[in-house]
């Protein structure tokens, strides 16, 4: 049997929205499985639906460069939440952006690429950065987008500009003679992306697995209602169409106007411009998701809530 500690119960129930012993009794039920007890609490109906990973725990920064039809996101973490703050690191992370911006998104290739304001590689320069700065820092990752029209970014909680724990990149292909409003729109799904969080462009494009997950978690809870099997069936795939519907971008609604599906919305914007407009692709960075960070605070005041000391 899995140990269950306090700070597991607490971080299960701050994900989940479940109240403490129900995290609790989903952890030991599932042998401390932290996935498996979020789909158990689901199919229990304590629990919301899960979208993508969203613990946040490395610190750091989001960075985001720009160019015509092109653009980049970087993430570098460190230790804590007060680098993010030193104007040496930002500089750091501003720069390797335009890195990825020219040489992609290969992490060992922008290691050894060379630095913009010179030092060395970009390998180079953050080891310096660990030695001045005295705490560890990494380039975790780094993506590229390519539009035929415009690529457009936002970023989230920005420290400085195009600096930040949540960026976003957004590609329209389109041959719209007025970029400006096309980069407008482009602004607006990224803000859109950037606060909804989708897994995919389409219902089509979610992850198979996930879909999978969704539908064990689906036919659990409507084998529990007692209808008969055809019934059963139609509920589970209404809940799973329902699911994908929700994770995907264009099928999301515009948290904007909070009405319109994201999809009418860049076809409303298309038959006003004149011209066609595609979502060719998406990326979001929020900073530090699915890496976990131990969270010893409080661990004594949960360890007495869920009679675990």
Known sequence: ??????????????????????????????????????????????????RKASRTAAEGLVGIAVSGNRGATVEVNSETDFVAKNVQFQDFVRNVAQVALQQGDSVEALLVAPYPAGGGSVQDVLTNNV???????????AAIVEATGVVASYVHNAVSP?????????????????????????KQLAMHVAAANPVALTAEDVDADLIARERAIAAEKAAASGKPADIVERMVDGAVKKFAGEQALLSQVFVIDGKS???????????????????????????????????SDFAAEVAAAAGTA
């Open 131 to 141: 030695a001045t700065i005295g705490e560890q820092q990494a380039l975790r990752r």
């Open 261 to 295: 599906k994201v999809s009418d919305v860049v076809a409303a914007e298309a038959k006003r411009l004149g011209a066609g407009i595609t979502v060719s692709r998406f990326v979001r960075f929020q900073l530090g998701e699915g890496i976990e960070k131990e969270q």
């Open 1 to 50: 049997m899995a140990e269950i500690t306090a700070s597991l119960v607490k971080e299960l129930r701050e994900h989940t929205g479940a109240g403490m012993m129900d995290s609790k009794k989903a952890l030991v039920e599932n042998d401390g499985d932290f996935e498996k007890a979020v789909d158990w609490l689901r199919a229990k109906g304590l629990a919301a639906a899960a």
């Open 162 to 186: 195009e600096l930040g724990r949540i960026g976003v990149l957004v590609a329209l292909d389109s041959d719209a003679a007025d970029k400006e409003a096309l980069a407008a729109l482009g």
